[in-house]
Protein backbone atom coordinates (compact mmCIF):
# COMPACT_ATOMS: atom_id res chain seq x y z
CA UNK A 1 0.00 0.00 0.00
CA UNK A 2 1.36 3.08 -0.84
CA UNK A 3 2.21 5.64 1.97
CA UNK A 4 -0.58 8.56 0.80
CA UNK A 5 -2.85 5.92 0.31
CA UNK A 6 -2.39 4.80 3.82
CA UNK A 7 -2.18 8.65 4.80
CA UNK A 8 -5.98 8.99 3.27
CA UNK A 9 -7.11 5.57 5.07
CA UNK A 10 -5.66 6.32 8.57
CA UNK A 11 -6.69 9.70 8.66
CA UNK A 12 -9.84 9.11 11.18
CA UNK A 13 -7.60 7.07 13.56
CA UNK A 14 -4.72 9.91 13.46
CA UNK A 15 -7.49 12.36 14.22
CA UNK A 16 -8.64 10.25 17.10
CA UNK A 17 -5.20 9.72 18.77
CA UNK A 18 -4.61 13.85 18.41
CA UNK A 19 -8.16 14.05 20.28
CA UNK A 20 -7.54 11.58 22.84
CA UNK A 21 -3.77 12.94 23.15
CA UNK A 22 -5.72 16.80 24.38
CA UNK A 23 -7.10 15.02 26.84
CA UNK A 24 -6.25 15.18 30.70
CA UNK A 25 -5.46 11.80 31.48
CA UNK A 26 -8.00 11.63 34.14
CA UNK A 27 -10.19 11.41 31.37
CA UNK A 28 -7.77 8.87 29.37
CA UNK A 29 -7.39 6.43 32.47
CA UNK A 30 -11.33 6.22 32.29
CA UNK A 31 -10.81 4.73 28.49
CA UNK A 32 -8.00 2.47 29.95
CA UNK A 33 -10.62 1.25 31.96
CA UNK A 34 -12.79 0.22 29.27
CA UNK A 35 -9.96 -1.11 27.73
CA UNK A 36 -8.91 -3.64 30.30
CA UNK A 37 -12.04 -5.02 30.14
CA UNK A 38 -12.24 -5.57 26.17
CA UNK A 39 -8.53 -6.63 26.67
CA UNK A 40 -8.77 -9.13 29.74
CA UNK A 41 -12.47 -9.85 29.73
CA UNK A 42 -13.95 -9.97 26.94
CA UNK A 43 -10.68 -10.29 24.12
CA UNK A 44 -9.01 -12.73 26.83
CA UNK A 45 -5.44 -11.50 24.49
CA UNK A 46 -2.84 -13.55 24.99
CA UNK A 47 -4.06 -14.67 28.62
CA UNK A 48 -2.96 -18.55 28.45
CA UNK A 49 0.97 -17.45 27.34
CA UNK A 50 0.76 -14.56 30.21
CA UNK A 51 -0.35 -16.84 32.80
CA UNK A 52 1.99 -19.17 31.76
CA UNK A 53 4.81 -17.01 31.97
CA UNK A 54 3.85 -15.66 35.13
CA UNK A 55 2.94 -19.22 37.08
CA UNK A 56 6.69 -20.61 36.05
CA UNK A 57 8.32 -17.32 36.38
CA UNK A 58 6.95 -17.15 40.53
CA UNK A 59 6.21 -21.06 41.34
CA UNK A 60 6.18 -20.33 45.22
CA UNK A 61 3.43 -17.20 44.70
CA UNK A 62 -0.40 -18.90 45.04
CA UNK A 63 -2.84 -19.10 42.44
CA UNK A 64 -4.44 -16.01 44.00
CA UNK A 65 -1.25 -14.00 44.19
CA UNK A 66 -0.96 -14.76 40.20
CA UNK A 67 -4.63 -13.88 39.24
CA UNK A 68 -3.97 -10.42 41.38
CA UNK A 69 -0.35 -9.62 39.46
CA UNK A 70 -2.40 -10.80 36.20
CA UNK A 71 -5.18 -8.46 36.13
CA UNK A 72 -3.02 -5.57 37.57
CA UNK A 73 -0.53 -6.91 34.54
CA UNK A 74 -3.34 -5.68 31.99
CA UNK A 75 -4.70 -2.47 33.87
CA UNK A 76 -1.02 -1.95 33.18
CA UNK A 77 -0.83 -2.71 29.89
CA UNK A 78 -3.98 -0.75 29.27
CA UNK A 79 -3.01 2.61 31.17
CA UNK A 80 0.36 2.38 28.42
CA UNK A 81 -1.92 2.68 25.85
CA UNK A 82 -3.19 5.75 26.89
CA UNK A 83 -0.50 7.07 28.32
CA UNK A 84 2.06 6.64 25.02
CA UNK A 85 -1.34 7.87 23.11
CA UNK A 86 -0.79 10.93 25.69
CA UNK A 87 2.77 11.61 24.36
CA UNK A 88 1.38 13.71 21.31
CA UNK A 89 0.11 16.12 23.27
CA UNK A 90 2.20 16.14 26.64
CA UNK A 91 3.73 19.41 27.82
CA UNK A 92 7.03 19.20 28.98
CA UNK A 93 6.19 20.48 32.69
CA UNK A 94 3.47 17.30 33.00
CA UNK A 95 5.96 15.13 31.76
CA UNK A 96 8.90 16.41 34.78
CA UNK A 97 5.94 15.86 36.95
CA UNK A 98 4.75 12.63 36.11
CA UNK A 99 8.24 10.98 35.30
CA UNK A 100 11.19 12.74 37.28
CA UNK A 101 14.77 11.72 36.87
CA UNK A 102 17.04 10.64 39.64
CA UNK A 103 21.36 10.45 38.80
CA UNK A 104 21.11 12.57 35.78
CA UNK A 105 24.28 13.78 36.66
CA UNK A 106 25.82 10.46 35.54
CA UNK A 107 24.99 11.05 32.11
CA UNK A 108 26.03 14.68 32.15
CA UNK A 109 29.75 13.78 33.59
CA UNK A 110 30.28 11.55 31.25
CA UNK A 111 29.39 14.19 28.50
CA UNK A 112 31.46 16.36 30.01
CA UNK A 113 34.17 14.13 29.50
CA UNK A 114 33.30 13.81 25.85
CA UNK A 115 32.05 10.07 26.35
CA UNK A 116 29.45 8.52 25.07
CA UNK A 117 27.07 6.67 26.31
CA UNK A 118 24.99 3.16 25.57
CA UNK A 119 21.88 2.81 28.13
CA UNK A 120 19.89 -0.32 29.16
CA UNK A 121 15.73 -0.40 29.12
CA UNK A 122 13.59 -2.92 29.51
CA UNK A 123 9.76 -3.38 28.51
CA UNK A 124 9.26 -2.31 31.83
CA UNK A 125 6.98 0.55 33.26
CA UNK A 126 6.15 3.00 30.42
CA UNK A 127 9.38 2.53 27.68
CA UNK A 128 8.04 4.89 25.50
CA UNK A 129 8.17 7.74 28.80
CA UNK A 130 11.87 7.20 29.08
CA UNK A 131 13.26 9.51 26.09
CA UNK A 132 11.83 12.35 28.36
CA UNK A 133 15.45 12.41 29.76
CA UNK A 134 16.31 15.16 27.85
CA UNK A 135 14.42 17.50 29.82
CA UNK A 136 16.60 16.69 32.92
CA UNK A 137 20.06 16.57 31.19
CA UNK A 138 22.14 19.90 31.14
CA UNK A 139 22.62 19.07 27.79
CA UNK A 140 20.47 20.09 25.26
CA UNK A 141 19.69 17.22 22.67
CA UNK A 142 20.14 18.24 19.19
CA UNK A 143 22.61 20.97 20.08
CA UNK A 144 25.48 19.86 22.11
CA UNK A 145 24.67 16.24 22.38
CA UNK A 146 22.52 13.35 20.66
CA UNK A 147 20.16 11.60 22.28
CA UNK A 148 18.65 8.31 20.79
CA UNK A 149 17.13 5.29 20.93
CA UNK A 150 16.83 1.88 19.04
CA UNK A 151 13.80 1.00 17.24
CA UNK A 152 12.64 -2.44 15.48
CA UNK A 153 10.88 -0.56 12.14
CA UNK A 154 7.04 -1.74 12.11
CA UNK A 155 5.99 -3.44 8.87
CA UNK A 156 3.09 -0.88 8.90
CA UNK A 157 4.30 2.26 7.57
CA UNK A 158 1.43 4.32 8.95
CA UNK A 159 1.88 2.81 12.74
CA UNK A 160 5.66 3.02 12.12
CA UNK A 161 5.41 6.84 11.63
CA UNK A 162 3.14 7.12 14.29
CA UNK A 163 5.72 5.47 16.94
CA UNK A 164 8.97 7.61 15.03
CA UNK A 165 6.70 10.66 16.02
CA UNK A 166 5.86 9.82 19.78
CA UNK A 167 9.52 8.39 20.39
CA UNK A 168 10.74 11.61 19.01
CA UNK A 169 8.90 13.99 20.97
CA UNK A 170 11.76 15.22 23.11
CA UNK A 171 13.90 15.70 20.59
CA UNK A 172 16.12 12.67 20.46
CA UNK A 173 16.47 10.49 17.26
CA UNK A 174 15.86 6.56 16.50
CA UNK A 175 17.99 4.61 14.94
CA UNK A 176 16.57 1.65 13.34
CA UNK A 177 17.93 -1.68 14.75
CA UNK A 178 19.63 -3.44 11.75
CA UNK A 179 21.58 -0.13 11.15
CA UNK A 180 22.45 1.25 14.51
CA UNK A 181 26.14 0.49 15.01
CA UNK A 182 26.54 2.11 11.56
CA UNK A 183 24.56 4.98 12.45
CA UNK A 184 26.40 5.08 15.96
CA UNK A 185 29.83 5.55 14.23
CA UNK A 186 28.39 8.16 11.89
CA UNK A 187 27.57 10.00 15.09
CA UNK A 188 31.05 9.46 17.19
CA UNK A 189 32.69 10.96 13.55
CA UNK A 190 30.58 13.65 14.06
CA UNK A 191 32.15 14.75 17.29
CA UNK A 192 29.28 14.70 19.69
CA UNK A 193 29.27 12.57 22.48
CA UNK A 194 25.81 10.16 22.58
CA UNK A 195 23.46 8.66 24.58
CA UNK A 196 21.57 5.91 23.09
CA UNK A 197 19.16 3.46 24.47
CA UNK A 198 18.81 -0.16 23.90
CA UNK A 199 15.52 -2.03 25.13
CA UNK A 200 17.34 -5.32 25.65
CA UNK A 201 14.69 -7.78 27.65
CA UNK A 202 15.86 -11.22 26.17
CA UNK A 203 15.03 -13.98 23.61
CA UNK A 204 17.43 -13.26 20.75
CA UNK A 205 17.21 -13.16 17.59
CA UNK A 206 18.89 -16.10 14.84
CA UNK A 207 21.90 -13.45 14.15
CA UNK A 208 22.18 -13.37 18.25
CA UNK A 209 22.98 -17.00 20.11
CA UNK A 210 22.58 -14.46 23.11
CA UNK A 211 24.13 -15.20 26.66
CA UNK A 212 22.76 -17.90 29.00
CA UNK A 213 21.74 -17.57 32.25
CA UNK A 214 18.93 -18.16 34.57
CA UNK A 215 17.10 -15.49 34.65
CA UNK A 216 12.87 -15.53 36.21
CA UNK A 217 13.54 -19.60 37.24
CA UNK A 218 13.86 -20.14 33.24
CA UNK A 219 17.15 -20.66 31.87
CA UNK A 220 17.44 -17.31 29.44
CA UNK A 221 19.08 -16.08 26.24
CA UNK A 222 19.85 -12.51 26.78
CA UNK A 223 20.32 -10.41 23.83
CA UNK A 224 24.05 -9.65 23.66
CA UNK A 225 24.00 -7.16 20.88
CA UNK A 226 24.12 -3.74 22.89
CA UNK A 227 26.92 -5.21 25.25
CA UNK A 228 28.98 -5.68 21.90
CA UNK A 229 28.59 -2.42 20.87
CA UNK A 230 29.34 -0.96 23.95
CA UNK A 231 32.68 -3.02 24.03
CA UNK A 232 33.30 -2.42 20.23
CA UNK A 233 33.02 1.44 21.10
CA UNK A 234 34.40 1.54 24.50
CA UNK A 235 31.17 3.24 25.88
CA UNK A 236 30.03 4.11 29.44
CA UNK A 237 27.35 1.59 30.32
CA UNK A 238 23.75 2.91 32.24
CA UNK A 239 20.97 1.31 32.98
CA UNK A 240 17.88 3.35 33.48
CA UNK A 241 16.01 1.59 36.23
CA UNK A 242 12.31 2.53 35.47
CA UNK A 243 9.49 1.88 38.56
CA UNK A 244 6.37 2.63 38.75
CA UNK A 245 5.30 4.77 41.92
CA UNK A 246 1.43 5.65 40.55
CA UNK A 247 -1.32 5.46 38.01
CA UNK A 248 0.29 7.69 35.71
CA UNK A 249 3.55 8.58 37.63
CA UNK A 250 6.84 6.59 37.00
CA UNK A 251 10.25 7.37 38.50
CA UNK A 252 13.90 6.59 36.68
CA UNK A 253 16.82 6.11 38.20
CA UNK A 254 20.32 6.42 36.48
CA UNK A 255 22.49 3.93 37.99
CA UNK A 256 25.88 3.17 36.33
CA UNK A 257 27.18 -0.70 35.12
CA UNK A 258 30.84 0.43 34.05
CA UNK A 259 33.07 3.50 32.87
CA UNK A 260 34.53 1.16 30.02
CA UNK A 261 32.86 -1.70 28.19
CA UNK A 262 35.70 -2.70 26.71
CA UNK A 263 37.57 -3.64 29.98
CA UNK A 264 35.05 -6.09 31.51
CA UNK A 265 34.59 -9.70 30.68
CA UNK A 266 32.63 -11.07 28.10
CA UNK A 267 28.69 -11.21 29.68
CA UNK A 268 29.70 -9.40 32.39
CA UNK A 269 27.63 -6.34 31.44
CA UNK A 270 24.79 -8.67 30.52
CA UNK A 271 25.01 -10.30 33.94
CA UNK A 272 25.04 -7.10 35.73
CA UNK A 273 21.90 -5.27 33.51
CA UNK A 274 19.82 -9.06 33.94
CA UNK A 275 20.53 -9.14 37.68
CA UNK A 276 19.21 -5.48 38.25
CA UNK A 277 16.06 -6.19 35.42
CA UNK A 278 15.38 -9.24 37.29
CA UNK A 279 15.12 -7.41 40.88
CA UNK A 280 13.16 -4.69 39.55
CA UNK A 281 10.17 -6.91 37.98
CA UNK A 282 10.56 -9.24 41.35
CA UNK A 283 9.95 -6.13 43.65
CA UNK A 284 6.65 -5.46 41.23
CA UNK A 285 5.83 -7.90 38.63
CA UNK A 286 3.02 -6.51 36.67
CA UNK A 287 4.52 -3.66 34.97
CA UNK A 288 6.73 -5.83 33.05
CA UNK A 289 5.52 -6.77 29.40
CA UNK A 290 4.56 -10.33 30.17
CA UNK A 291 2.57 -11.07 26.55
CA UNK A 292 5.63 -11.86 25.10
CA UNK A 293 6.19 -15.48 23.96
CA UNK A 294 9.93 -14.87 25.63
CA UNK A 295 10.44 -18.79 26.59
CA UNK A 296 9.24 -20.05 23.39
CA UNK A 297 12.67 -21.21 22.02
CA UNK A 298 14.72 -23.33 24.92
CA UNK A 299 17.71 -22.75 26.04
CA UNK A 300 19.84 -24.61 28.42
CA UNK A 301 22.80 -23.30 30.92
CA UNK A 302 25.78 -25.00 30.54
CA UNK A 303 29.66 -23.93 29.86
CA UNK A 304 29.22 -24.06 26.64
CA UNK A 305 26.33 -21.88 26.18
CA UNK A 306 27.37 -19.35 28.71
CA UNK A 307 30.89 -18.43 27.59
Known amino acids: MKESTEKILYSPLNALFHLMALMPLRVLYVLSDALYFLLYRVVGYRRKIVRRNLTESFPDKSSKEIDGIEREFYHHLADYFVETIKLLHISDDEMRRRCPYEGVELIDRAFDEGRSILVY ?20 AGENAIFAQVYRPLKNKWFDNLFLRIRSRFHSVCFAKNTVLRDLVRARAAGKPIITGFISDQHPNRNDEGHVIRFLNHDTAMITGAEMIARKLNYVVLHFDLEKTGRGH ?13 QLPVGAITDAYARRLEQRICASPAYWLWTHNRWKNKVELNEKTNK
Request: aromatic letters at 18%.
Open 121 to 140: VSHYGNWEWVPSVTLWSRYQ
Open 250 to 262: YKCTVREICQDAS
